[in-house]
């Protein structure tokens, strides 16, 4: 109220009050049930469960996501009907009805700080380094299996969405206050994880008390800082660090006394932190690395890491040894930036297991990554012919994301060809012309294009019958077209467009709102013709189709 009270000047503040039974039920039956009716013979137990949650939407949110994952029956919702309700009752049922290497994955959140956004990306490779997940059989991704596995937190509610991509997967996500508070509480009580910083919040605890925390637990989160450790303490035990940097001094972590580290996992919060790298390439049994270095030259020495799963640098221009190669478990390759990376001589081994590299400076070694599933490559102008081999993308069939970049003035004439396994592409810098966009619209199982810095070059667009069948999303920013010419029949399943510094496009062609699946349109503030145009495609769907859905965004510059 304080904070409402202070920021309104000509607004109506609205009171925040507990549901009443009718807006309770409401919100329990829309979230277990959807658009369905209460089975009649649920209807008595769902009241009074409804009722015992005090009007609480978390409550009711929490016990609903509970309630719509087990069995629809009078039995199984009646031993939730007499008890008390307390929050952290509600989420322990939750908990317990996770099965247990689900319970895992959802304790290890504990170990990000309050408010803090978690990317899919990242809690997905932690899971798979700490060897959480389970698969049917060995061909499954397991990256695919655990982001599966994050879907089930987030339907009992215990895990929040903050972001989607652009193709709808879970780009970002975070735990509630009070859903953290639960989670810190059961990590600890299980030994299976300590939030350092939650159970000791000043340094003075922390010092005295780390030392012998550290042989109690096998996973900790601990502040940069902690970590200057003195050379006496050690811990044959941890085999995970989760670490947060601070603001101030910050001195060079220590990892030496770590001998069974598997995990060491910095917080990307654009600092300058880094390890000594020659105690991290001593920790044999190292899976995940991500950190940044002390500069961008990765020293030979990493060849020492054999079980290296995943390695991610803070940093640009990093230059990366031949020996890199020789690390055979090696999963995903992630910086800012990489340097061309050199090859063995004679080399005829691959990184078989390499699922991701990104971003690859002039990169054209292709073969040596078969089963590549996520590739980015930056060309530079005077390197572009030399690295670019036309035809050669084609080869990866597991690859299913492809970002190219090219920092060049010139047009190309490339006889671009794309692997037909392609669900996401972004093109940045002049690439393709317009008329020749049947290449990408052929594609297809491609669900995401992102055009970006003249990535098309030319005025006119026409697209044709049987073009974009799956496409998505469409993101355009930074073109000079002025003319689009299409049909609803050419984007049929196109839920979001974006149109960002098209300086020249002076109207969205009028079938696109045709589109039934058509959710978003995006548009920045500096053309106000395609905001109009935007807006009129808008109320041509409310009035002639009675649809509301439809969406019209303004990106502020």
């Not at 508070?181 to 159970?199: I, S």
């Not at 049947?438 to 995401?448: A, C, D, E, F, M």
């Not at 077209?481 to 969205?508: M, V």
């Amino acid at each position: 109220m304080d904070v409402a009270s202070y920021a309104a000047i000509s607004w109506n503040i609205h009171m925040m009050r507990f549901l009443d039974d009718e807006q309770s039920w409401r919100l329990f039956h829309h979230k277990v049930f959807g658009d369905q009716d209460c089975p009649l013979e649920l209807q008595s137990v769902g009241e009074t469960i409804v009722k015992r949650c005090g009007g609480l939407p978390l409550k009711i949110v929490t016990m609903a996501g509970l309630l719509s994952r087990i069995p629809r029956t009078p039995k199984s919702w009646q031993q939730f009907e007499g008890n008390d309700w307390q929050l952290g009752s509600i989420l322990s049922l939750s908990y317990n009805h996770l099965h247990p290497h689900l319970r895992k994955c959802f304790l290890y959140m504990a170990a990000f700080p309050q408010d803090y956004d978690i990317h899919a990306s990242e809690i997905i490779k932690l899971w798979v380094a700490e060897g959480f997940m389970e698969r049917q059989n060995e061909s499954e991704n397991v990256e695919m299996v655990a982001e599966e596995c994050l879907e089930d937190p987030i339907k009992q509610t215990l895990v929040l969405i903050t972001c989607r991509k652009s193709d709808g997967k879970i780009k970002r996500c975070r735990l509630h206050s009070m859903v953290r508070d639960f989670c810190v509480r059961q990590a600890g009580e299980e030994k299976f994880l300590l939030p350092v910083m939650d159970y000791f919040p000043t340094p003075i605890l922390r010092k005295h008390f780390l030392p012998q925390l550290l042989q109690n637990h096998p996973r900790i989160s601990v502040s940069w800082h902690d970590l200057h450790l003195r050379d006496s303490t050690h811990s044959l035990s941890t085999t995970s660090i989760i670490c947060i940097p601070q603001r101030g001094y910050r001195p060079k972590g220590s990892v030496q006394n770590f001998t069974s580290l598997r995990v060491l996992h910095v917080l990307h919060r654009d600092d300058r932190s880094y390890w000594e790298l020659g105690q991290v390439f001593e920790l044999s049994n190292l899976t995940y690395l991500a950190s940044n270095i002390p500069d961008s030259i990765v020293p030979p020495a990493i060849s020492k890491l054999q079980n290296l799963q995943t390695l991610i640098i803070y940093r640009y221009g990093v230059h990366l040894p031949v020996e890199i190669w020789s690390l055979r478990k090696l999963r995903h390759l992630i910086a800012f930036s990489f340097h061309p990376l050199s090859l063995p001589e004679g080399a005829t081994l691959s990184l078989e297991s390499l699922q991701t590299l990104s971003v690859a400076t002039n990169f054209d070694e292709l073969g040596m990554i078969p089963n590549i599933n996520k590739l980015g490559i930056c060309y530079s102008e005077e390197n572009f012919y030399a690295g670019y081999r036309a035809g050669y993308l084609r080869s990866l069939v597991r690859l299913e994301k492809l970002k190219l970049q090219k920092h060049s003035s010139f047009v190309p004439h490339l006889n671009l060809v794309f692997p037909l396994s392609l669900k996401k592409l972004e093109l940045s810098g002049r690439w393709i012309s317009w008329r020749d966009m049947t290449i990408v619209g052929s594609l297809p199982n491609l669900q995401v294009l992102k055009l970006k810095k003249y990535a098309c070059y030319g005025e006119h667009w026409e697209t044709i019958d049987e073009e974009f069948g799956n496409l998505i999303h469409l993101l355009i920013d930074e073109s000079n077209l002025k003319c689009w010419t299409t049909d609803s029949n050419h984007f049929p399943r196109l839920q979001c467009l974006t149109l960002h510094r098209c300086p020249y496009l002076d109207a969205i062609p009028f079938d696109i709102g045709e589109i039934p699946t058509l959710e978003l349109i995006e548009i920045d503030d500096h053309n106000q013709s395609l905001l109009y145009s935007a807006k009129k495609i808008q109320e041509e769907q409310r009035v002639h189709w009675g649809k509301e859905g439809l969406k019209v965004a303004v990106k502020r510059s």
